[in-house]
Structure formats: C-alpha cells, structure tokens
C-alpha cells in the first residue's frame, strides 16, 4: 500500500499560479506511475496529467498542455504539478493517485488504485 497526501490548494486569481504537491509514502515510490486528476462540482472526475516511475513519460489533457507541469522526485517520494496561467474553469478538487510501474500508462481514474484525500483549488475571474 503506498499513502498519498496532496498540499498546496487555494484561492488564486485568474492568470495566476499554484503549485500542489503530493507526498508518498508506505512503499517504494518508484514502484508507481502517478497521475492528478480533478473534479469539479456536478462534473465527473477528470485526468489531468500523469507522470510514468521513472518521469520519463508525461501526458497531459490538453485544456492544460502548456501551462500545467507534471514532475516527480523519485528520491524526495513526491510528485508535483505546477499550474501556470490558471483559469475559472480550472476550479475543482485535484486528486493524487498511483498506479503499478507494471500497469499501462493511463488516463483512466479506474486504472488507478492509490488516491489522495485531493486538495482544493478555486480560481476567481
């Protein structure tokens, strides 16, 4: 079992930036793809990015590529995700989760068996 922990939520104005981080731990980190994934209210859960064990795989849904940066630090057990020129419609709870290194890469919440309690981000127009 590998605990997920996410941090750096908040109000921020549009335009502006946020970084959240989620912190491992239970099991060697390394041993996980990770993901974010957000939800907003009404709305179902949504991928946002993910990140394979190594960091040398990224994706990214595209209403963020170019201004979201998913990283990891396999030696720190955290993966961060860096959230530049935010917009209103970015406003939603933002979940950490893991998946296997032995798993296929996925954008499927349902591929993902490790979650986060998720952190709050709301962004004002």
């Given at each position: 079992q590998v605990q997920l922990v996410e941090s750096g939520g908040g109000l921020v104005q549009a335009g502006g930036s946020l970084r959240l981080s989620c912190a491992a731990s239970g099991r060697t980190f390394s041993n996980y793809h990770m993901a974010w994934f957000r939800q907003a209210p009404g709305r179902e859960r949504e991928f946002v990015a993910y990140i394979s064990w190594s960091g040398g795989n990224v994706a990214y849904v595209t209403s963020v590529k170019g201004r979201f940066t998913i990283s990891r630090d396999n030696a720190k057990n955290t993966v961060d995700l860096q959230m530049n020129s935010l917009k209103p419609e970015d406003t939603a709870v933002y979940y950490c989760a893991g998946s296997s290194r032995y798993s296929l890469l996925s954008t499927?919440?349902?591929?993902?068996?490790?979650?986060?309690?998720?952190?709050?981000?709301?962004v004002s127009s």
């Open positions: 499927s919440d349902k591929d993902y068996g490790y979650w986060g309690q998720g952190t709050q981000v709301t």
